[in-house]
């Protein structure tokens, strides 16, 4: 069993985080952010060609990370592999001892490097998480075709509090749990008051007993950062008042003062019923990371249970 699901499992409020791996094949840009992590964090996530720029594999990057006693997350899209081709992926990835996968449709490749490439999308991330379950529970591929050996694997799915309607947000959640999702990480998270209300329609729909849930926590650099992703990032919901506490500083004081709201964001959903973890994406920015475990007073939590 791997370390994340352990943690989850013993009731352990969890903390992972987000590693981007280069445009390039320099595995030391891979292992220097994995030094920064390490020690901090209970595992790490390394992105699929995130916003469809390529980059490094994965899977390549993982392996590395699992060289130096990191526990890898896995993230999968579905928007440049075919059925065989994802489950071909997950088979050698559970070969190399990497257990945990986050399953995803992945950005349109419009918004990338290679805007005239051909997206995939042979099977959605929903159909996806259900493939995995397949492999791993009846040991057997799309079809039904035996495998020689089943994969051993912690399945994951992401969550977009976010994007309207409420109320469509959950159901499409509670499909993505019947599917065979464990553990879920979620948008970045800054109105905590519309994430609250997802948790509760969330635990009306008895949800919260059926799967481990991290919200997502990004620190703002700037207010320009604020702006940005209120109005350029799809399913991103910033509060006004967010960007007005953001324009209210100095520009040399910005990033602390997102710190700050970082820091507020993780004690406000400790609080919130069903939350077992963060899952901090600091883009292009881990050297912050533990600096925000330890304002948060996390360095310690596993020295208690959720819920006392």
Same mark, same amino acid.
């Given at each position: 069993?791997?370390?994340?699901?352990?943690?989850?499992?013993?009731?352990? /409020?969890?903390?992972?985080?987000?590693?981007?791996?280069?445009?390039?094949?320099?595995?030391?840009?891979?292992?220097r952010?994995?030094?920064?992590?390490k020690? =901090?964090? $209970?595992?790490?996530?390394?992105?699929?060609?995130?916003?469809?720029?390529?980059?490094m594999?994965?899977?390549a990057?993982?392996?590395?990370?699992?060289?130096?006693?990191?526990?890898?997350?896995?993230? #999968?899209?579905?928007?440049?592999r075919?059925?065989?081709?994802?489950?071909? $992926?997950?088979?050698?990835?559970?070969?190399?001892?990497?257990?945990?996968?986050?399953?995803?449709?992945?950005? =349109?490749?419009?918004?990338?490097?290679?805007?005239?490439?051909?997206?995939?999308?042979?099977?959605?991330?929903?159909? /996806?998480?259900? @493939?995995?379950k397949? #492999? %791993?529970?009846? &040991?057997?591929?799309?079809g039904?075709?035996?495998?020689?050996?089943s994969?051993?694997?912690?399945?994951?799915?992401?969550?977009?509090?976010?994007?309207?309607?409420l109320?469509?947000?959950?159901? %499409?959640?509670?499909?993505?749990?019947?599917?065979?999702?464990?553990?879920?990480? @979620?948008?970045?998270? !800054?109105?905590?008051?519309?994430?609250?209300?997802?948790?509760?329609?969330? $635990?009306?729909q008895g949800?919260? $007993?059926?799967? !481990?849930?991290?919200?997502?926590? @990004?620190?703002?650099? &700037?207010?320009?950062?604020? %702006?940005? #992703? &209120?109005?350029?990032?799809?399913?991103?919901?910033?509060?006004?008042?967010?960007?007005?506490?953001?324009?209210?500083?100095?520009?040399?004081?910005?990033?602390?003062?997102?710190?700050?709201?970082?820091?507020?964001?993780?004690?406000?959903?400790?609080?919130?019923?069903?939350?077992?973890?963060? =899952?901090? #994406?600091?883009?292009?920015?881990?050297?912050?990371?533990?600096?925000?475990?330890?304002?948060?007073?996390?360095?310690?939590? =596993?020295?208690?249970?959720?819920?006392?």
């Open positions: 069993m791997g370390v994340l699901k352990q943690l989850l499992e013993s009731g352990r /409020f969890v903390v992972t985080s987000e590693c981007g791996p280069p445009k390039g094949a320099d595995a030391e840009v891979i292992r952010k994995g030094e920064i992590l020690d =901090h964090v $209970d595992a790490v996530n390394v992105t699929d060609n995130q916003t469809a720029i390529v980059r594999s994965s899977l990057s993982c392996v590395i990370l699992k060289d130096m006693g990191i526990e890898p997350v896995l993230q #999968m899209t579905v928007r440049d075919n059925r065989i081709a994802l489950q071909s $992926d997950i088979l050698g990835a559970s070969a190399l001892g990497i257990e945990n996968v986050l399953c995803l449709s992945g950005d =349109h490749q419009c918004f990338g490097n290679q805007p005239h490439a051909l997206g995939v999308f042979d099977l959605d991330s929903i159909q /996806f998480i259900s @493939t995995l397949q #492999m %791993r529970d009846e &040991s057997e591929i799309i039904g075709e035996a495998l020689s050996k994969p051993e694997l912690f399945i994951g799915a992401a969550a977009n509090p976010f994007a309207d309607p109320e469509f947000r959950v159901v %499409r959640l509670a499909k993505k749990i019947k599917a065979g999702a464990q553990f879920i990480q @979620t948008q970045c998270i !800054y109105d905590v008051q519309r994430f609250r209300r997802f948790m509760e329609l969330c $635990d009306d949800l919260l $007993d059926k799967v !481990y849930i991290l919200g997502g926590i @990004t620190p703002l650099k &700037s207010v320009g950062m604020a %702006r940005y #992703m &209120s109005s350029k990032v799809s399913g991103m919901l910033i509060p006004e008042e967010i960007v007005k506490r953001m324009e209210g500083v100095p520009k040399e004081k910005q990033r602390e003062e997102g710190l700050k709201i970082a820091v507020e964001t993780i004690e406000a959903l400790k609080e919130i019923k069903g939350v077992c973890g963060i =899952h901090i #994406m600091a883009i292009e920015w881990e050297e912050i990371v533990p600096e925000i475990i330890s304002m948060a007073g996390l360095d310690n939590r =596993h020295e208690m249970v959720r819920g006392e």
